[in-house]
Structure formats: C-alpha cells, structure tokens
C-alpha cells in the first residue's frame, strides 16, 4: 500500500484529491488548519477505512509542525510516495503590493514556497530510499509563463517561484525514480471546489470553452494520472487544467 501526505486535504480542492487516493486503496495523511468540521465529515464518510486516514493540524508557515508532519506520517505508516502540496495562504483582499505589509508578504512566501522547501527536504529522502516518489505542486493559470498577476502580486511571485522549483526537482531527483509536477487550476470557486465532474455537467459556464465549470475532481483526476507508476515519463511538468480558459492570445 502507497502513502500520500495532502496538505489541506480535507476540504476544498485537496478533498477530492483525499478522496481519490482512498477509493484507489492507498493511505492518506491529510492536514487541516482550523475547520475540525471538515475532518469529521471526512472520518465519517470514510469510516471503514479510518485505519487508512490519518489527520494532523498543521500550519505550513511553521517549519517545526512540517517536521512533525513528516516524523508522524513515517512512525505510523512507514513510507512515503506521493507528496501533494495543496496547501497555500491566499489574501482575498484585492490590493496593489504597495499596501502588503511585511508580515502579508512573509506569509505568501512561507506558505506557498517555503513550506515546499522544507517538505521536500524531509520527504525527499523517503521517495530516494523508496527509488519512487511523485511530488505535485499547485501554481495557479498561467503560472507557468511567469505572468503578473495584480492585485495577487505575493501570491503570484512566491507560485511562480515554485515553478522553477519544480522543474529543478524534477531533473535533480529524476534518477531516483521521482517526478515532479505542477498544476494549474482554472477558475475553480465555492462548491465546486468539492465538486464531481458530474454535477459540473448539469451546470452551464459560457465563460469556459468547454461549457461546465471547473471541479475538484477534474483537478483530482490529474493528479491521480500523474501519480500512477507509468507516468514517470512525465516530470517537469506545468499542467494547465482550465477548461480551455486563457489559450488564445486576447487583447486586453
């Protein structure tokens, strides 16, 4: 049985993410912040695989409860295969990177490319030991051509950071048998970030080519793909899933 660690994996786009990697009868070590709710519903849901689960309140600024993360996830399952960092700090308020303070900058830092860092530094050496490993990383659309983001400077620079990152990982770690990829959503907001493809399908979006809204599961599936044994030939990877969103050059 493979070994996941999913940060913020139980609620919005890292629930699905959970979900999946339990219905295909791996081991899941998900972390929350604040919403004990959502760990609830998630025991429950899965509670004749609770010996599967293993939940843990981490906050990804603090690298001490990333080492208890990593020293807890080993002492109960042993291994560790599959790193997906969902987690990330967002600031919702719109505002130019003038009005950011220190401690607003340091967070979007810390949280969304530090925190990497570090998991990548204490979950590495498993995956090398192992000769498997597969690291997913999320950026946000577009990130893989380094574009501006206003309004979301912090955010933005520290996902763009991490997407040389994961390129750098991928070649360093590659002759151990580990890939490391990113991924992209779209516009993936509110319910259907919980959401499966089939309840976007009963749903219209004129502003995505496909016609549906983006879902959790779609991110999901994506990362499920990039997880199997086979897909080693897939690393360095920035995967855009959008629906379509943003492929063709717009004057703006």
Not at 9 to 36: C, I, M, N, P, W
Not at 107 to 124: E, I, P, Q, Y
Not at 152 to 160: G, I, N, T
Not at 226 to 250: A, K, P, W
Request: net charge neutral; aromatic share 8%; hydrophobic share 35%.
């Amino acid at each position: 049985m493979r070994h996941a660690i999913i940060t913020a994996g139980t609620k919005g786009l890292g629930r699905k993410v959970t979900e999946q990697f339990l219905d295909a009868g791996h081991s899941v070590t998900v972390t929350y912040l604040t919403d004990r709710s959502k760990v609830d519903d998630l025991l429950q849901q899965y509670a004749d695989s609770k010996d599967r689960i293993q939940v843990i309140q981490v906050d990804v600024r603090n690298p001490n409860q990333l080492e208890n993360l990593v020293h807890k996830t080993i002492e109960k399952f042993g291994r560790i295969d599959y790193l997906i960092n969902n987690a990330g700090p967002y600031i919702f308020e719109r505002k130019k990177l003038m009005d950011y303070t220190t401690d607003e900058w340091d967070s979007m830092v810390r949280g969304n490319l530090d925190a990497c860092f570090h998991l990548l530094k204490l979950t590495v050496p498993y995956m090398r030991q192992q000769r498997f490993g597969r690291i997913i990383n999320y950026g946000f659309q577009g990130a893989g051509s380094a574009s501006g983001w206003i309004y979301r400077s912090a955010f933005a620079a520290a996902k763009v950071g991490l997407v040389s990152l994961t390129k750098s990982i991928a070649f360093e770690e590659a002759e151990y048998g580990i890939t490391s990829n990113m991924i992209c959503p779209g516009n993936i907001t509110g319910e259907m970030k919980e959401a499966s493809i089939r309840e976007s399908r009963e749903k219209n979006d004129q502003t995505t080519p496909v016609g549906r809204p983006g879902t959790g599961e779609d991110i999901a599936r994506t990362i499920m793909f990039l997880c199997q044994e086979d897909s080693d030939m897939i690393t360095g990877t920035i995967y855009e899933v959008t629906g379509g969103l943003d492929v063709i050059n717009r004057y703006r």
